[in-house]
């Protein structure tokens, strides 16, 4: 199964490997603060895996600020989305009826976005569903789902848009789903709510061959070392 991973950003530095794929990655240069990074966007594809199998893939924020590329992993399906932070809220929007009754495939797949003591800060969540006969895609849908990490006082992250959509639901040669949600901090790391922005995207192709294909994409506003990006699907 090939994989590749791909990270952009905005200056000079290039890393590049990974696990019989082709990885490049850039970073911003550093921002003066210790800890403190600037902003980054990070891009990877997977190839669906197998029925019950999963496959997923991380990238954190090292030391300098720069993105640290992890292998790619592959093993058996599990239980996901899994709730790490201690309250977190969740919406889903079905982009067609159809996700609810189309369950000859079915893809999963999370973009997830965690801070260096572990807790899931936000998160988009994406489950397809499709059937195919006679070489078509006959009925196909993605519901989106987003949580986010609240903290006690009334704080923390929150949701602050959402888009999903379907570019075909019936009779389709394939189709192609996507999924976006925005979210923005304020609360004990930034009162000002200015710093940080996490935003998610999700892309699913179903074919009529029973195949599929996941991207996903996230900006970050601004970073912190030790953050790490989580995504992959099954």
Request: aromatic fraction near 8%.
């Amino acid at each position: 199964m090939n994989s590749r991973l791909s990270v952009a950003a905005v200056s000079a530095v290039s890393l590049v490997a990974l696990m019989g794929g082709t990885t490049v990655a850039t970073a911003q240069e550093s921002d003066p603060a210790p800890k403190s990074c600037d902003g980054v966007r990070l891009t990877g594809e997977l190839p669906a895996p197998a029925p019950g199998q999963a496959v997923s893939g991380q990238i954190t924020i090292g030391p300098d600020c720069e993105p640290e590329l992890g292998s790619v992993r592959r093993g058996p399906a599990s239980d996901r989305p899994a709730r790490t932070a201690a309250t977190a809220t969740a919406t889903a929007a079905p982009t067609t009826a159809a996700a609810a009754t189309a369950a000859g495939h079915q893809l999963r797949g999370w973009n997830e976005m965690y801070d260096c003591c572990n807790i899931r800060m936000t998160g988009l969540y994406t489950a397809s569903s499709w059937d195919t006969a006679d070489g078509r895609v006959t009925t196909a849908g993605t519901t989106a789902t987003q949580e986010w990490n609240r903290e006690p006082w009334d704080a923390g992250w929150s949701l602050t848009s959402q888009t999903a959509k379907d570019d075909c639901a019936t009779d389709c040669a394939e189709v192609n789903s996507e999924a976006h949600a925005d979210f923005a901090y304020q609360g004990v790391f930034d009162p000002t709510g200015d710093w940080y922005d996490n935003t998610h995207h999700s892309y699913v192709q179903l074919t009529a061959d029973g195949t599929a294909s996941c991207r996903f994409d996230v900006e970050l506003r601004h970073t912190f070392v030790g953050w790490n990006w989580r995504y992959g699907c099954e």
